[in-house]
């Protein structure tokens, strides 16, 4: 059992998700974010039946919530910015580097990555399975975090993590 797990990332994908990161905090620093669908996704409605109630409670923790994204957006991102360098030599961004993550990080990586993936979620309507088009280009960033989410859980559980 180790306290760190290794995630292998190639170059241009920490680039990429380092760019999907500074967007979705953009996103959340934005004083009308809580209007934005995307980021209403990210609050469970907490009483289904008391939709009064669930608005209230959302209003009262909003920006706690927001500001944890936030948060956890920074600990990725610094995790990132190794991996994401520019490579010495032409053709090194396809290259993977491993980052280590901690336990601690280990949350914030799968809080993030989830996310991100609600957001683009809503943004392209996805609402269950069958909203999902596999062969729809448009689907692929939400393709590859989910594969990003598989390889840390496996990264995770290899490491006893």
């Given at each position: 059992?180790?306290?760190?797990l290794?995630?292998?990332?190639?170059?241009?994908?920490?680039?990429?998700?380092?760019?999907?990161?500074?967007?979705?905090?953009?996103?959340?620093?934005?004083?009308?974010?809580?209007?934005?669908?995307?980021?209403?996704?990210?609050?469970?409605?907490?009483?289904?039946?008391?939709?009064?109630?669930s608005?209230?409670?959302?209003?009262l923790?909003?920006?706690?919530?927001?500001?944890?994204?936030?948060?956890?957006?920074?600990?990725?991102?610094?995790?990132?910015?190794?991996?994401?360098?520019?490579?010495?030599?032409?053709?090194?961004?396809?290259?993977?580097?491993?980052?280590?993550?901690?336990?601690?990080?280990?949350?914030?990586?799968?809080?993030?990555?989830?996310?991100?993936?609600?957001?683009?979620?809503?943004?392209?309507?996805?609402?269950?399975?069958?909203?999902?088009?596999?062969?729809?280009?448009?689907?692929?960033?939400?393709?590859?975090?989910?594969?990003?989410?598989?390889?840390?859980?496996?990264?995770?559980?290899?490491?006893?993590?």
């Amino acid at each position: 059992m180790s306290d760190t797990l290794m995630l292998p990332i190639a170059h241009i994908e920490a680039r990429n998700l380092i760019d999907l990161i500074d967007q979705f905090t953009e996103l959340l620093d934005d004083p009308d974010a809580h209007a934005d669908p995307g980021v209403q996704r990210l609050t469970p409605i907490l009483y289904p039946d008391d939709i009064a109630a669930s608005d209230a409670f959302a209003a009262l923790t909003s920006d706690d919530l927001r500001g944890r994204r936030k948060a956890d957006a920074h600990t990725v991102r610094a995790s990132l910015s190794a991996a994401a360098s520019d490579p010495l030599e032409e053709g090194h961004e396809l290259v993977p580097v491993d980052l280590e993550i901690d336990a601690a990080g280990l949350d914030s990586w799968m809080r993030t990555l989830t996310a991100l993936r609600l957001v683009i979620a809503e943004r392209l309507g996805i609402q269950t399975d069958t909203d999902h088009d596999p062969d729809d280009p448009r689907f692929g960033v939400y393709d590859w975090l989910g594969y990003r989410l598989e390889t840390l859980l496996d990264a995770a559980e290899e490491a006893g993590i």
